[in-house]
């Protein structure tokens, strides 16, 4: 561990050279299991990319390698719901070759694509070259969400059925808007009756009337067009009276307000199939951090008051939202300098999802465990995904933690292809030393 500060540059060993070993222990490192609630010292033993053994002193010649895992916090490889990868369509931003090192490095093991690549992912022929471009990189486990319409237009509705079968995990609008009703109960009468869960991005279209900030003081001395908490309100509203018609699952994806995570925990008391996650970011930006026309906290959502922020930690630390996720959007130099209404919004966040979450853990809005939960097993469960846990026949997909190592993040020196993010400069304490894949070290740091 290091004394002070250092740069995020000098955690960034690549992993060893060779064959990966079959047999891997891990050795007195705190294990932190939130499907079992385990949470305590132990060894944790890898062969042929499953979990073995799970102990108290194991004997280190019955594996081929050892890593020290004493002082670390041992957890679940990190389930993201929401990266872009930027692939097929928009390569000049990301590509899985860029993006893949810079989720691993973030101790991710894997992630889910919403459906906005270009082409949509609306058929199973596009979701399948998603699929073989994911699996030429390989070391991460990626998951697709399919367009719930055609080409995300919000009208006539995707072949959820054939892409279910394509091994799609979930269907989605991604940020596109469905305007007619109709359309959007028809679409969860299907969703429902294929067993798919729906994710719903819920602004309302007409009150967020193309805004890019939070209705607030700092909109108004800008001049910059507003979202407001209504928006969300009123879409969240929207989505729950046609669960309660339907009985359909939904997932309501990044929610901002504090109003929005009341009625998220009101449906859920009633017994509704409804969860819900949040981007680390709105866990600690606030309106306030946009003064000065900042592009890098051009997020849509848009970054609501601290009010908000205070509510979703709160709502997070309860397990009304279950899931914390990065919201990934790498984007091309040129995205970010234009007048702030005209840049793009979203930031590169897969090396700071981790980071952030343990810093919620020092800060005591969570426990360890609960980080393990809203970063593995609560989004891993969202999906309908096996993973986010640590049992004996799992799949060692596993994040090996150092808590007390402190850096600082420089945007030039991230995995990402992206370089946007808001929180360059900022000290850390914590982060991933080393992701396992499928029992493989895909990062070491």
């Not at 990868?85 to 973030?106: C, I, L, M, N």
């Amino acid at each position: 561990m290091t004394a002070g500060p250092q740069d995020w540059s000098a955690a960034r060993a690549a992993p060893a050279a060779g064959t990966p070993p079959r047999s891997l222990l891990i050795r007195g490192a705190r294990v932190l299991d939130p499907a079992s609630g385990h949470d305590g010292i132990a060894d944790v033993g890898i062969r042929d990319g499953v979990v073995s053994d799970i102990g108290a002193s194991l004997p280190t010649d019955r594996f081929e390698q050892t890593i020290d895992g004493r002082g670390q916090w041992l957890m679940p490889g990190i389930v993201d719901l929401c990266a872009r990868f930027r692939e097929p369509g928009q390569t000049h931003k990301a590509s899985f070759a860029s993006e893949t090192p810079a989720a691993q490095v973030g101790g991710i093991t894997t992630v889910i694509l919403p459906p906005d690549s270009q082409p949509a992912i609306d058929s199973p022929a596009t979701l399948l070259r998603v699929q073989r471009i994911a699996a030429q990189v390989g070391g991460l486990d990626v998951r697709v969400l399919g367009a719930l319409t055609k080409g995300l237009g919000g009208e006539a509705l995707a072949e959820l059925s054939a892409l279910r079968s394509a091994g799609a995990v979930g269907a989605s609008q991604a940020l596109q808007p469905i305007r007619d009703m109709l359309v959007a109960r028809r679409a969860l009468e299907y969703a429902h009756g294929l067993g798919l869960t729906v994710h719903v991005f819920a602004q309302n279209a007409a009150l967020a009337a193309g805004g890019c900030a939070h209705e607030g003081a700092v909109a108004t001395r800008l001049g910059l067009a507003s979202i407001p908490v209504a928006a969300e309100v009123s879409g969240i509203r929207f989505w729950i009276s046609l669960v309660e018609d339907t009985g359909a699952r939904i997932h309501f994806c990044r929610l901002s307000t504090a109003r929005g995570a009341e009625l998220v925990a009101l449906a859920r008391e009633r017994g509704l199939p409804v969860t819900a996650d949040v981007a680390a970011h709105q866990l600690f930006l606030t309106d306030t951090d946009v003064d000065g026309f900042n592009a890098l906290c051009h997020v849509m959502p848009p970054l609501r008051s601290s009010e908000d922020r205070d509510a979703l930690r709160q709502a997070v630390a309860d397990g009304v939202i279950g899931a914390i996720c990065s919201d990934h959007q790498p984007h091309e130099a040129d995205a970010k300098i234009n007048p702030f209404p005209m840049t793009e919004p979203g930031i590169s966040a897969l090396e700071t999802l981790l980071p952030l979450s343990l810093a919620l853990v020092h800060e005591g809005v969570l426990t360890a465990l609960d980080a393990a939960a809203r970063l593995s097993l609560g989004p891993a469960r969202i999906a309908g995904l096996d993973a986010g846990t640590i049992t004996v026949g799992a799949a060692a997909d596993l994040t090996l933690i150092d808590p007390a190592r402190e850096w600082v993040l420089r945007a030039d020196h991230l995995r990402s292809a992206g370089r946007h993010t808001p929180f360059d400069g900022r000290s850390f304490r914590g982060c991933a030393s080393t992701t396992l894949y499928r029992g493989e070290p895909v990062f070491v740091g």
